[in-house]
């Protein structure tokens, strides 16, 4: 799904600049040989290709469409330079000499770089000459530690890598001629970043951003939970906390994600749910499209709850909080940058389901701080955009595209 008016041309990027994306984001080409990729991507790129009057494209393609590929680029195929699949960051390591080959000629194309990271060979993408833009979206390093993914030597070598990954975006931070834009001030920090700015992701549309009409409480009250079905999110704290709220009052509580992974993850929160004495007030509804039927769940709820151990600027408290569903989250990574506790959400500390029940038992009894919460995320929902995100980034693109 894309937008339905096309952004105009930004009045003040340079005629004629020519923009690359490198992007770590495995994708696959349809029959008319248009790229398809997951909605967030695939919605900021077009997002900042129609600001730009256009864009060429370098990523990883694989044989076939997988399910979670639902945006279809608006990029022309004669634009779109083929990488390797990069499935793994292990699994890429084959391609490395290959791939930087195909990097340096795809860069040499082009006036100015947008680079994405996480990339699952980064050093490829060291000592490239063009100006450049590193758009960071999370933490590798964090998700690694608390990932369930890697076991014995496989952990090693995914730790090993995301160091090394951790320490070639620091280099790549202190070239010249560019600059940065991290997901949340936690990165910012940590890789010492001084040219750019922070930004909170996001990939709805303001024209998509219909809050509920009504904000009153359901009785019971709902409770929802969107995202990947990984340790690094916290459900199973989520699932804790709300046991031990619903042995104190009845409420529900609605799960939407699955595993993109393979790996028990997913099955884990389904025995926890099974096992759970209050399993008929659990939901698990398993992965929708990102569109409207996604949206009507955001508005049906009361309560929106993150509990992650890991997390850059989680897109779904975005989501949640324009359409009128105040948000819950936990104080790690970039979440403080964009939820300030008290105004537009509240925080809690990772990894402590009776602070987490708490303080929804808090709002939940409080209504006036439920209402005043979700009327200043409805308030505040312009500033969270796609439209403003990827305005911000073409501002940080235009400081380094060169004079024609």
């Known amino acids: 799904m894309i937008s339905s008016k096309r952004s105009p041309i930004s009045n003040t990027w340079p005629k004629n600049a020519r923009l690359g994306f490198i992007l770590g984001t495995n994708s696959a080409c349809g029959a008319d040989g248009r790229v398809h990729m997951n909605h967030a991507n695939g919605r900021l790129i077009d997002a900042i290709a129609e600001r730009t009057g256009g864009a060429r494209l370098c990523v ?18 004669h634009d779109v330079v083929k990488l390797p699949p990069l499935r793994s960051t292990i699994h890429a390591q084959r391609y490395f000499f290959s791939a930087r080959r195909i990097l340096r000629q795809f860069a040499s194309t082009v006036d100015v770089l947008f680079l994405r990271f996480p990339f699952q060979l980064p050093r490829a993408l060291l ?9 960071i979206a999370g933490d590798s390093t964090e ?52 040219a ?44 804790d906390a709300f046991d ?18 393979a790996t028990g993850a997913e099955q884990e929160i389904r ?24 949206f009507d769940l955001y508005r ?43 105004e537009n959400g509240l925080l809690v500390p990772p990894n402590d389901p009776t602070a ?5 038992q808090r709002v939940l009894d409080d209504e006036p701080l439920r209402q005043r919460l979700a009327q200043t995320g409805i308030d505040q929902r312009s500033r969270y955009s796609l439209e403003t995100f990827a305005d911000q980034l073409v501002g940080e693109l235009e400081q380094l595209v060169p004079p024609h």
């Open 300 to 342: 049906e709820h009361d309560l929106y709850v993150l509990p992650s151990r890991s997390e850059g600027t989680p897109r779904s408290v975005v989501e949640a909080r324009a359409l009128g569903c105040p948000a819950i989250a936990t104080r790690v990574g970039g979440v403080p940058t964009s939820i300030t506790d008290g």
């Open 356 to 360: 987490l029940a708490n303080t929804m």
């Open 196 to 239: 750019g700015r922070v930004v909170v992701s996001s990939c709805i549309y303001q024209h998509e951003m219909v809050p509920k009409e009504n904000l009153d409480r359901h009785d019971p009250p709902r409770i929802l939970f969107v995202g990947y079905l990984r340790p690094e999110k916290g459900v199973d704290i989520l699932l």
């Open 60 to 77: 990883p393609i694989l044989p076939e469409i997988d399910r979670g590929m639902t945006h279809v680029l608006q990029i022309e195929p």
């Open 271 to 294: 025995d926890r749910v099974a096992a759970s004495p209050f399993r008929e007030d659990i939901r698990i509804k398993g992965m929708i499209d990102f569109g409207d039927a996604l």
């Open 244 to 261: 031990q709220l619903r042995a104190k009052r009845k409420l529900s509580l609605t799960i939407v994600g699955g595993s993109d992974r």
């Open 127 to 135: 000592g490239l000459p063009q100006p450049k833009l590193l758009h």
């Open 143 to 194: 998700a690694i530690k608390i990932s369930a993914d890697y076991r014995g030597l496989k952990r090693f070598a995914a730790e090993r890598f995301a160091s090394d990954a951790h320490a070639t975006m620091q280099r790549i931070v202190g070239e010249p001629h560019t600059r940065v834009a991290t997901n949340g001030a936690d990165m910012w920090s940590k890789l010492g970043c001084h």
